[in-house]
């Protein structure tokens, strides 16, 4: 198993933290798991990025150019890493914010309404956690559920763990 | 086993360095060595330490050398420029031979260059960016593991030699977070008779780099200070040498340039053929004769590095048949990439 993946969105979307929330789950199965956030220049301008990388062995790079799974919280973020995704990865995008639809038919693409899933449960904010659910279903491999959850308590604050039942039902609504 | 976290190369540090009785720090923000700073202004006043913004880079350095004089453990960090502007102060550290703990999270140069992770600073650390007949230590860290492991490191190595130690990373290894088992204390306990303690009951200590009178006195120390590093150069040397023992084909690289190296190296053993990598764990002094252990067979050596050719430099000083040696870097912020190393290493065998 080597998947490297990119999750992008606007600041303050969560997606540094749904990455690290990967890569602990991953790192508690003992797979090996990198996590770099965009902190240059390409930051201006209100998107937000990190790559991740899990994998079976010992990671090399941590930049991900050509993600095999690429995350997408909003149109700008479709834009710019649709087109370098992996022929054969995945694109998962969340069609609460994102009208247009992908254009490649060389990667698997799925939409989910990350925010509207999330307001359901009564929060916006946690349509961070609607997209890791998503993945997780589709690539089991990465981490269980059950790691992704436990992971929670350690990757969000102490301050914020209040909302974790919250995060959690969000997960599991998008885990299908 | 000790339980794993997920841990930024720059947190690690911060943390390495409370782990090791580090009790102050100075540091002025520069990109991308800032959680170094934000970590020890949270961490340094819980565990009674001092963390202080300076105003500037060479304040920092020169609060580092009172500190280091009163006999604290100390550190200071930055990214390339501002590394470039604590030189006179590491001059001067050298010359009052203080130990402390400089962490250099290298950026893309020269002037204020850009963010991105670059190896570009090779020279300056081990050919002395300050004036003067001067080493100074530099450790490699390549994973966010070694950013800790060899921050305990470099403070008893500091202690142990009365030397700056450098650390020296890169960008890339700064923010990138992975699996971290945070390591122990040393345990090592260094006197400091030397120290500005107050002088009650003994004679007064001084601690100074002006050495006018007698005429001969600067060069005194030079002489002692040269027998130091001579000591050094013959004890503290630290390398790792990867599948090297029958290589035909050897990468030489250090820190984020030697995790793409060993990928390749793994990727060309898969196709038959036979690579390997020797990886600097310490920069000065230079692993030389374990270079020449690992080049022993080697048809040829390829340098990689996140520059356009400074280790080179060393490479080619140290190995039998210089020839041997051949180069690629990318500059600039940019990485060395996998398929360029096996396509190069390749086209040697036709």
């Avoid at chain 1, 899990?54 to 890493?81: R, Y």
């Avoid at chain 2, 290589?247 to 690289?253: F, G, T």
């Avoid at chain 2, 000083?317 to 390749?346: A, C």
């Amino acid at each position: 198993m080597h998947e490297e993946i990119i999750v992008a969105g606007f600041g303050g979307q969560g997606v540094i933290m749904a990455g690290k929330l990967l890569c602990v789950a991953a790192m508690n199965e003992d797979k090996y798991v990198s996590h770099i956030p965009s902190y240059g220049a390409e930051m201006r301008g209100g998107t937000a990025n990190c790559s991740v990388v899990i994998s079976d062995k010992e990671i090399s790079s941590p930049t991900v150019p050509k993600p095999s799974i690429a995350i997408v919280m909003n149109t700008p973020s479709l834009v710019k890493f649709e087109p370098r995704v992996k022929s054969g990865g995945l694109l998962i995008y969340n069609s609460s914010l994102i009208d247009q639809k992908p254009k490649r038919t060389d990667i698997t693409t799925v939409g989910i309404k990350a925010n509207d899933i999330s307001e359901a449960e009564g929060s916006v904010r946690a349509a961070n956690m609607a997209v890791i659910g998503k993945l997780q279903a589709l690539k089991p491999e990465i981490a269980s559920l059950d790691s992704v959850i436990k992971a929670l308590d350690v990757v969000i604050s102490a301050r914020n763990r209040k909302h974790n039942d919250t995060n959690i039902k969000v997960l599991k609504k998008a885990n299908l | 086993m000790s339980e794993k976290i997920l841990m930024k190369g720059n947190e690690a540090l911060g943390e390495a360095a409370i782990i090791a009785g580090c009790r102050f720090y100075f540091g002025y923000p520069i990109t991308p060595q800032n959680e170094v700073p934000a970590y020890m202004s949270r961490r340094l006043p819980r565990v009674g330490g001092t963390f202080l913004q300076a105003e500037s880079e060479l304040a920092a350095i020169n609060m580092v050398y009172g500190a280091s004089a009163a006999g604290a453990r100390v550190m200071t960090s930055s990214s390339s420029p501002g590394i470039s502007l604590k030189q006179e102060g590491l001059s001067y550290i050298a010359g009052a031979e203080l130990p402390c703990v400089v962490v250099n999270i290298m950026r893309g140069g020269p002037g204020l260059g850009n963010i991105a992770g670059s190896q570009g600073d090779y020279f300056q650390s081990t050919r002395g960016g300050g004036n003067g007949d001067y080493r100074q230590l530099v450790l490699t860290p390549a994973t966010v593991q070694e950013m800790a492991d060899l921050t305990l490191l470099a403070f008893d190595l500091a202690d142990e030699y009365r030397i700056a130690v450098l650390i020296l990373g890169d960008g890339y290894l700064g923010q990138i977070s992975e699996a971290l088992t945070l390591p122990k204390p040393t345990g090592k306990v260094f006197e400091k008779p030397w120290a500005l303690t107050g002088a009650k009951g003994r004679k007064p200590n001084k601690v100074a780099s002006l050495r006018l009178v007698p005429e001969t006195s600067l060069e005194e120390l030079n002489l002692v200070l040269n027998e130091k590093y001579k000591k050094i150069s013959a004890k503290e040397c630290r390398s790792e040498s990867y599948l090297t023992e029958d290589a035909e084909y050897l990468l030489v690289a250090y820190g984020t340039s030697s995790r793409i190296c060993r990928e390749a190296v793994n990727e060309l053993r898969e196709e038959g053929i036979k690579a390997g990598l020797f990886r600097l764990i310490t920069a000065w002094p230079f692993p030389a004769e374990a270079l020449q252990i690992a080049s022993a067979k080697a048809k040829k050596i390829l340098t990689v590095e996140m520059s356009l050719g400074q280790m080179i430099e060393d490479v080619k000083l140290s190995v039998k048949d210089p020839e041997r040696v051949d180069f690629y870097g990318r500059s600039g912020g940019m990485l060395p990439e996998t398929d360029e190393i096996k396509r190069r290493i390749k086209a040697y065998g036709n």
